[in-house]
């Protein structure tokens, strides 16, 4: 969540940057200011008091040794009677505390300068493109049906076992899977991230501090019994590493990489546009998470971004990469990339990664910290990307891979599948 100190110094400024976002900031951002505004002048007063009690207790000390035993009662009841309004400050501090924090959970982080004016993904910018257009035989089909033809993915075997949504994988269309997975580790091996093998579950307070809870419950599965949610994206678990740790400056950067599956709800997904591996209820994702100084998180930013075209670059596969616009950015985020590849069969883009800097936002509610050269504790920037979700990759290298003698495998995959073509 934004930080009380940003908000106090610039109030008019995040009221118009949140609107970029299209989000009405001025009664919450300037509540937020006077409600602080209270509860630091509450602040002075309980301080002040409690210099004042000091000031008794010795007086009463004094008193009793000077044998003035009534004049030592008098102060007393004054002592009993200003601890009395010291509670009432103080629940009056809390109670204003506990509005600031339930306000500015309901407030989104506040856009990069960078990000675009617009309302919904029409308006996202390309920022760049590449990869070369597959052209497909006469009678191309869209993976659903090549899933079928080839006995890769049995959807409706996944509705049996749980519903729609949770395909089962067969054969060399399970091959395919494990192989992304860890060609997507080792490429993130090579560029020095720690690989990571966390829950598929987390407490409440992980979905607070990256920000999933309150914005996305809809969206997530919850255990109810045990109040655990199963994770929508290892970014979760990952990141809450970090929750509540102040970090030595020089074991910045941290780097990690998670495999996991992934759990969403997808309330409302329905059409064309979420047939066969479009859009799913639990799919497969490598992640790459950093914690950075401030000062170094637009560089890395930068980074996790050239990654991630090298994936692609190296799976063959015609993408590009879109700068959000404000309306089409996620409720914590600062900035965000979309990189989308080509699906030939289809005609249309697949979101298969989002790469976000989030600034102090989610580093604010985990308290992730580290100690900077004045040797005092700092806010870390948090920042987290795709590397790469699965499904869409998959739909787009068997549409796009079609030839009459069966479907191509990249060069860059074949050393983890162990064939190069699936006939």
Same mark, same amino acid.
């Given at each position: 969540?934004?930080?009380?100190?940003?908000?106090n110094?610039?109030?008019?400024?995040v009221i118009?940057r949140l609107?970029v976002?299209?989000f009405?900031?001025?009664e919450?951002?300037?509540?937020?200011?006077?409600l602080?505004?209270?509860?630091?002048a509450a602040?002075?007063?309980?301080?002040?008091n409690?210099a004042?009690? =000091?000031?008794?207790?010795a007086?009463?000390g004094a008193l009793?040794?000077q044998?003035?035993?009534?004049?030592?009662e008098?102060?007393?009841a004054?002592?009993?009677?200003?601890?009395?309004?010291?509670?009432?400050i103080?629940?009056r501090?809390?109670?204003?505390?506990n509005?600031?924090?339930?306000i500015?959970?309901s407030?989104?982080?506040?856009?990069y300068?960078?990000?675009p004016?617009?309302?919904?993904?029409?308006d996202?910018?390309?920022?760049?493109?590449g990869?070369?257009?597959p052209q497909?035989?006469?009678?191309?089909?869209?993976?659903?049906?090549?899933?079928?033809?080839? =006995?890769l993915?049995d959807?409706?075997?996944?509705?049996?076992i749980?519903g729609?949504?949770f395909p089962?994988?067969?054969?060399?269309?399970?091959?395919l899977?494990?192989?992304?997975?860890?060609?997507?580790?080792?490429?993130a091996?090579?560029?020095g991230?720690?690989?990571?093998?966390?829950p598929?579950?987390?407490n409440?307070d992980s979905?607070?501090g990256t920000?999933?809870?309150?914005?996305?419950?809809?969206?997530m599965?919850? &255990?109810?019994?045990d109040?655990?949610?199963?994770?929508p994206?290892?970014?979760v678990?990952?990141?809450n590493?970090?929750?509540d740790v102040?970090?030595?400056?020089?074991?910045?950067?941290?780097?990690? &990489?998670?495999?996991?599956? &992934?759990?969403r709800?997808e +309330?409302?997904?329905?059409?064309?546009?979420?047939?066969g591996l479009?859009r799913?209820?639990?799919?497969d994702?490598?992640?790459?998470?950093?914690?950075?100084?401030?000062e170094?998180?637009y560089a +890395?930013?930068e980074?996790?971004?050239?990654h991630v075209?090298?994936?692609?670059e190296?799976?063959?596969?015609?993408?590009?990469?879109?700068?959000?616009?404000?309306?089409d950015m996620?409720?914590?985020? %600062?900035?965000?990339?979309?990189?989308?590849?080509?699906? +030939?069969?289809?005609?249309?883009?697949l979101?298969?990664?989002?790469?976000?800097?989030?600034?102090t936002?989610q580093?604010n509610?985990?308290?992730c910290?580290?100690?900077?050269?004045?040797?005092k504790p700092?806010? &870390?920037?948090?920042? =987290?990307?795709?590397?790469? +979700?699965?499904?869409?990759?998959v739909? %787009?290298?068997?549409?796009?891979n079609?030839?009459p003698?069966g479907i191509?495998?990249p060069k %860059?995959l074949q050393?983890?599948t162990?064939f190069?073509?699936?006939?």
């Amino acid at each position: 969540m934004l930080t009380l100190q940003f908000i106090n110094e610039n109030p008019e400024h995040v009221i118009e940057r949140l609107a970029v976002k299209h989000f009405d900031g001025r009664e919450p951002i300037m509540r937020v200011v006077e409600l602080d505004k209270q509860r630091r002048a509450a602040q002075k007063q309980r301080d002040d008091n409690a210099a004042v009690l =000091n000031k008794m207790a010795a007086q009463i000390g004094a008193l009793m040794k000077q044998g003035q035993r009534d004049e030592a009662e008098k102060v007393k009841a004054e002592v009993a009677a200003l601890k009395t309004t010291n509670k009432e400050i103080e629940d009056r501090m809390t109670a204003a505390q506990n509005e600031i924090t339930e306000i500015l959970l309901s407030v989104p982080n506040v856009p990069y300068a960078g990000v675009p004016e617009g309302r919904t993904a029409e308006d996202n910018v390309v920022e760049r493109t590449g990869g070369e257009m597959p052209q497909l035989p006469e009678g191309a089909l869209p993976h659903w049906d090549l899933a079928k033809k080839y =006995n890769l993915i049995d959807f409706d075997l996944g509705v049996k076992i749980t519903g729609a949504g949770f395909p089962v994988y067969v054969g060399k269309g399970a091959r395919l899977q494990s192989a992304l997975i860890q060609f997507f580790l080792a490429e993130a091996g090579k560029a020095g991230y720690t690989e990571i093998q966390p829950p598929y579950v987390v407490n409440e307070d992980s979905g607070y501090g990256t920000g999933q809870l309150p914005d996305k419950e809809g969206q997530m599965y919850h &255990c109810q019994v045990d109040n655990f949610y199963l994770i929508p994206t290892a970014e979760v678990p990952v990141t809450n590493i970090y929750r509540d740790v102040i970090i030595p400056q020089d074991q910045l950067p941290k780097k990690n &990489c998670a495999y996991s599956a &992934c759990f969403r709800r997808e +309330a409302g997904s329905y059409g064309k546009d979420v047939r066969g591996l479009n859009r799913l209820h639990q799919f497969d994702k490598v992640e790459i998470v950093r914690i950075e100084r401030p000062e170094d998180s637009y560089a +890395a930013l930068e980074e996790m971004k050239d990654h991630v075209q090298g994936l692609l670059e190296k799976l063959e596969l015609p993408w590009h990469i879109l700068r959000l616009c404000g309306g089409d950015m996620s409720f914590t985020s %600062a900035i965000t990339f979309d990189f989308e590849v080509w699906s +030939a069969a289809q005609e249309r883009w697949l979101e298969v990664s989002s790469v976000s800097n989030f600034e102090t936002y989610q580093a604010n509610r985990l308290k992730c910290r580290y100690r900077g050269d004045d040797k005092k504790p700092h806010l &870390c920037h948090t920042l =987290n990307g795709s590397a790469l +979700a699965l499904p869409r990759i998959v739909a %787009a290298l068997l549409e796009n891979n079609q030839t009459p003698e069966g479907i191509r495998i990249p060069k %860059a995959l074949q050393p983890y599948t162990g064939f190069d073509i699936i006939d």
